[in-house]
């Protein structure tokens, strides 16, 4: 079993910058697995079957078909290896789900049905999981920072017209105190609203969820920064945004028109950017908000 806790940790430190070596990594995990089974643990056609499984295994190239060898292993386990037998995810599209589907027969196996330190393995597959988790939601960020970086000229012009005619759709909507128009937009599969506030002012709005991870949500706001300090006029400035729900916020800043006048930045669309926390996640809230002054 040394074997398995060897590939754990080389996809732990290699992953995030080699795909490839995830799919080998994991692959290895779950092969040393299937061949630590003790005997009596197994489904009796588990003998005659272990060979084409191990061969299916070495062909595997993808996340799915990954998982397709997790699913035919776990159902070779008999029910007497389990302490309950987990209910494993039939579909999966990355590598996160096939290795939490591992996790989860690790986790559910009855110590003496491997021949190996059981609970080390199952906290060194936890750890696959959520190093697997991160490389994922680090490249959503990207994503999602292009997607904005993409838009934003558009977005904006439109809040300089009142209104955002050519951005919002439809009727306006209520939820709860809020109202809100929906829009044609998309940033990274997230559909942004345009929100009507107390004030009668509208605007554009999206968030982007970094979960549990305070340090993704630093680095979110820094691409966006860097995004928007080079995107909007070089008669803005950035500020402190002391909006009340960002209060003791990790992060939040406003770029608006520079003046000593509160009319002339009032008549000016701003952007901002701020951190939410709800629960124990971390909500990276994007605003682009007309001016507050109608012309």
């Known amino acids: 079993m040394a074997k398995l806790l060897w590939c754990v ?4 430190s290699f992953a995030p910058a080699h795909g490839q070596t995830a799919t080998e990594s994991l692959r ?5 697995i299937g061949e630590s089974l003790e005997k009596g643990f197994y489904e009796k056609s588990w003998k005659k079957e272990k060979p084409q499984w191990l061969s299916d295994l070495a062909s595997a190239q993808n ?3 990954l998982n397709d060898i997790v699913l035919r292993l776990d159902q070779s386990i008999a029910d007497k290896g389990y302490q309950s037998r987990p209910t494993l995810i039939k579909k999966v599209q990355t590598f996160v789900g096939t290795s939490e589907n591992v996790f989860l027969i690790c986790n559910q196996l009855v110590p003496e049905s491997i021949a190996g330190d059981l609970k080390q393995i199952s906290l060194h597959v936890e750890q696959i999981c959520n190093e697997l988790n991160l490389v994922i939601l680090k490249s959503e960020i990207q994503k999602f920072s292009q ?3 993409n838009q934003f000229d558009q977005i904006f012009e439109d809040a300089k017209s009142i209104g955002f005619l ?3 759709k439809g009727e306006i909507k209520s939820l709860g105190k809020s109202k809100f128009y929906s829009t044609n937009n998309k940033i990274n599969g997230i559909a942004p609203q345009i929100i009507l506030d107390e004030e009668n002012n509208l605007r554009f709005c999206v968030r982007f ?3 549990e991870n305070v340090n993704l949500a630093k680095e979110l706001c820094s691409l966006l920064e860097n995004i928007i300090k080079h995107k909007v006029p070089k008669t803005y400035q950035r500020a402190r945004d002391f909006s009340p729900e960002y209060a003791k916020s990790i992060y939040a800043f406003i770029w608006e028109f520079e003046s000593e006048k509160f009319i002339e930045i009032a008549k000016k669309p701003t952007v901002s950017v701020g951190v939410l ?5 971390f909500l990276v809230e994007v605003r682009i908000m007309e001016p507050v002054f109608k012309r």
């Open 28 to 32: 290895n995990a779950i092969k040393e």
């Open 277 to 281: 926390k709800e629960s124990s996640n």
């Open 147 to 149: 997607d904005f970086n």
């Open 9 to 12: 940790l080389f996809l732990i």
């Open 63 to 65: 996340a799915m078909q």
């Open 166 to 168: 050519k951005t919002k």
């Open 209 to 211: 969820s970094c979960r």
